[in-house]
């Protein structure tokens, strides 16, 4: 069912009568190994979005897959049009913000092996696995100098140098949690520590041809059709 709405989307998002005249949508994604994706190793959930954004905007769509660390230059300098499910605290740069609509919950996990974390202050000092050029603001906020980071490239493999047993603590979106804990990559017992829950917004390239109130009017369709609560559930 969800397989079928992301191929909708993307049908739909294709070139026809009324797209033609415009340029793409360039939709750029993260590259991170983050779960679930299709078959050629990319995002489901930023797919199906990004299609459907595009074919709100009645354009076709261009995905543009970088490394995290080069995201926010590709917007900088005009080289995609919006990236979504951040917020300008994670990814300070020059560009515009749309409506937040995307909750995010990010959480700690914690090794069966040690007790569960009561607050966010009983991890100072401890090892935490990190994603490299990521930040944590909560995280720097509440242990300052004793916040101990691990990065690893992406997710995937932050989470399993955890699951090795490199580190007892690790900071990642539930959503990953959810999808790992599902396809078995993460053995059962662990703890989760929420460390908060907020609604995400798209960063919109200054240099884009595209308003951002017409991605918020994009948004705002995907929202009263139902069709983002459906998108959602891919993640």
Not at 48 to 76: D, I, S, T
Not at 96 to 122: G, I, N, T, Y
Request: with cysteine; glycine share 8%; proline share 7%.
């Amino acid at each position: 069912m969800l397989f079928s709405l992301l191929g909708a989307a993307l049908i739909a998002a294709l070139p026809g009568q009324g797209a033609t005249a415009k340029a793409p949508l360039r939709y750029v994604e993260k590259a991170d190994g983050n779960l679930p994706a299709n078959r050629k190793g990319r995002p489901l959930f930023q797919d199906a979005l990004g299609a459907a954004m595009a074919r709100q905007l009645g354009r076709p769509v261009k995905y543009v897959q970088l490394p995290r660390k080069r995201v926010m230059a590709a917007l900088e300098n005009g080289d995609g049009d919006v990236l979504c499910s951040y917020l300008p605290q994670w990814l300070p740069g020059e560009v515009e913000w749309s409506k937040p609509f995307l909750p995010v919950s990010e959480v700690v996990m914690s090794s069966p092996r040690v007790a569960p974390l009561a607050a966010l202050d009983d991890l100072r000092g401890k090892t935490i696995g990190t994603v490299l050029g990521f930040r944590y603001p909560e995280l720097e906020k509440t242990l300052g100098k004793d916040f101990v980071r691990d990065d690893a490239p992406s997710t995937m493999l932050s989470i399993r140098k955890w699951s090795a047993g490199r580190f007892d603590y690790v900071i990642t979106p539930r959503t990953v949690v959810d999808s790992f804990s599902a396809e078995k990559i993460i053995a059962p017992g662990y703890h989760l520590l929420t460390v908060y829950e907020v609604k995400t917004m798209c960063a919109i390239s200054r240099k884009s041809s595209i308003s951002v109130a017409e991605f918020n009017a994009a948004i705002e369709a995907l929202e009263k059709n139902g069709e983002l609560t459906q998108i959602m559930k891919l993640r």
